[in-house]
């Protein structure tokens, strides 16, 4: 195939340069794109009468014919072309002419490239916001089926103070919630079109780029030129939300797999996202959890070598940001893939909510609760505090916890204590009494769960 570049050197170069040069493995995607922005680039170059009619309209209607052929599977894509932009300008010069070398007129691939990688990541963050929302939807509906039921609270991963099941998932929904809003954030900023930037200096022409933008449904047109054709910013930040998405998905991997082991026994996964051992029978594995927590380094990979292959390079375009690319679309697809794993994950998962209950009357996690008690009869609570360290001491000594420690024992810490006591630290009584906004009383949960029920409303789910 003749390079389109050829001209000012012979366009020879050799196999194995032509195959190192080659991103058609992975811009080929992008298909739908190149030819939806040649379409539009068609029609402004004839509203400003650059084309005529006639000619912006056979172009037109050829571009929409080898859409229709490539997805179809009528016309192939060939891997030996450099690119899918050269691959589609060859197929439309083969089909109408002369007139198809006119497309170009008034662009570069660089400004190409761009507003290709832009829609295509449009459309991809489409896919991951709704991704993310139907994991948001998921995780309340199982709060909502769980907001009675108890467990311990933990820091420094030992038990800490008694909570609801419902508090701890909507925690992981807050998550969610905020990785929603900066992928939105980031597609605000990528939705400017690069288009007619050209080059790096922009062109002669009396084109428009105010009709391109608004043709390809962009918010504005990038205003500088050179800014456009070099600007990754939009990759480095869709890369980061991935991140810090794929974090989140992996704290959450972390507990899933921790709550199913027979140590906890908190969750049973459904068997649809579990494997098993070649040798030994009775496992049952979190596999699809600890896949999530594995792709999660890979992501972070894709962002460090977009920052660190953006970190050195001069304005304007270098071919170094082919690299671009493949770091994205790589992270794209393993977030999208780990989301659609993980939503029905936790939509399946069974709660063992007697075993929650157990560990958190084991945890002595209403020593908080019994140190108010007594501060609030007037105790100082650093006195209070080391009050009841020496009781929870004292209990372990004696192999009880403090809901089964007799009255007269409590009085011989200090008179301070009733038999009131008991209803104060019970674990129930102990969730119900943390009241504020946000925490893990039942009235506050319901608070939430409401909160996440109007803002999913709100989304359409």
């Known amino acids: 195939m003749e390079k389109m570049w050829a001209g000012r050197t012979a366009g020879q170069t050799s196999a194995l340069a032509d195959d ?181 200096a922009g062109t002669t022409y009396p084109i428009s780029r105010t009709v391109t933008a608004k043709a390809l449904g962009f918010d504005d047109y990038a205003r500088n030129s050179i800014d456009a054709v070099s600007d990754r910013d939009f990759c480095v930040e869709l890369l980061s939300a991935f991140s810090v998405i794929m974090m989140h998905l992996s704290r959450f991997s972390e507990e899933i797999i921790l709550w199913s082991s027979w140590e906890f026994s908190y969750v049973e996964l459904d068997d649809a996202y579990t494997t098993g051992s070649s040798i030994m029978p009775q496992k049952k594995n979190s596999d699809m959890a600890e896949l999530v927590r594995g792709k999660t380094g890979r992501v972070y990979g894709d962002l460090m070598g977009t920052l660190t292959m953006l970190k050195g390079l001069p304005l304007a375009y270098n071919k170094d940001m082919q690299e671009d690319k493949e770091s994205l679309f790589d992270a794209t697809e393993t977030v999208a893939r780990c989301l659609e794993i993980f939503a029905p994950m936790v939509r399946t998962m069974k709660v063992k909510s007697g075993n929650m209950y157990q560990a958190a009357q084991r945890g002595f996690i209403n020593a908080t609760d019994l140190a108010d008690y007594l501060t609030k009869r007037g105790m100082p609570f650093r006195t209070a505090y080391k009050t009841v360290g020496t009781i929870v001491s004292d209990c372990i000594a004696k192999g009880t916890v403090l809901e089964e420690l007799p009255l007269e024992a409590y009085q011989a810490y200090s008179d301070l204590f009733d038999a009131d006591l008991y209803e104060e630290i019970s674990l129930k009584t102990c969730v119900a009494k943390r009241i504020s906004e946000g925490a893990t009383g039942y009235a506050s949960v319901e608070k939430q769960i409401q909160n996440f029920k109007m803002f999913l409303g709100t989304k359409g789910k």
């Open 20 to 200: 190192f040069n080659s991103s058609i493995h992975i811009d080929s995607r992008m298909y739908k794109e190149d030819i939806k922005g040649s379409m539009a680039h068609a029609a402004m170059l004839a509203e400003v009468g650059i084309l005529t009619g006639e000619e912006a309209d056979a172009i037109i209607a050829a571009l929409e014919q080898i859409l229709a052929d490539i997805q179809s599977g009528a016309l192939p894509i060939d891997m030996n072309a450099e690119d899918i932009h050269m691959f589609v300008e060859s197929v439309l010069t083969k089909r109408i002419g002369d007139l198809g070398k006119k497309l170009h007129t008034a662009r570069s691939r660089n400004d190409q490239v761009a507003v290709d990688i832009r829609l295509y990541m449009r459309g991809k963050c489409d896919q991951i916001q709704a991704l993310l929302l139907d994991l948001i939807h998921a995780i309340v509906t199982v709060a909502e089926e769980h907001k009675y039921d108890i467990l311990p609270g933990y820091t420094h991963l030992q038990r800490a103070q008694p909570i609801v099941f419902a508090h701890h998932l909507l925690a992981y929904a807050e998550m969610f919630r905020r990785d929603l809003s900066r992928v939105e954030d980031a597609v605000k900023r990528m939705n400017v079109s690069p288009l007619g930037a050209c080059a790096l």
